[in-house]
């Protein structure tokens, strides 16, 4: 028995969109690869965390521990756009709304966030 023409065209569809975010995910990350490590003055907007949609709502019910996404915007402190990143658990932890400091970023990829008061206890070292 032939398969119906619209199951077809389903899983065509199918593959073709996931080959197409597979490349987009693969120019973003060589993107960020090539670009240079930039550092702002930034102060802390928001955070965010929540679950990880990676799962269907019958698997949620037996699955006590979820995968947690992290998410902070900035705000530049000369004015630019607001940068939205998203973050590990480990540096999501470490910031505080509404804190300053020095973000550094690689294309849209996070790198770090150094706070104002270990920016002046650095500088205390050195001299």
């Known amino acids: 028995m032939k398969p119906p023409l619209i199951f077809l065209l389903v899983v065509a569809l199918i593959a073709v969109l996931a080959t197409r975010q597979f490349i987009k995910q693969r120019r973003e990350s060589a993107a960020n690869d090539v670009s240079p490590v930039r550092s702002i003055m930034v102060e802390v907007k928001s955070l965010r965390d929540y679950l990880a949609p990676d799962r269907r709502s019958r698997q949620r019910e037996h699955i006590p521990v979820e995968e947690r996404r992290y998410e902070a915007d900035f705000r530049p402190l000369n004015g630019e756009n607001e940068i939205g990143l998203v973050l590990n658990a480990a540096d999501y932890q470490r910031l ?7 973000l550094k970023v690689q294309g849209t990829r996070f790198v770090s966030f150094t706070s104002e008061a270990a920016l002046a206890a650095r500088k205390t070292q050195e001299q």
């Open 96 to 102: 505080d709304r509404g804190s300053r400091g020095e």
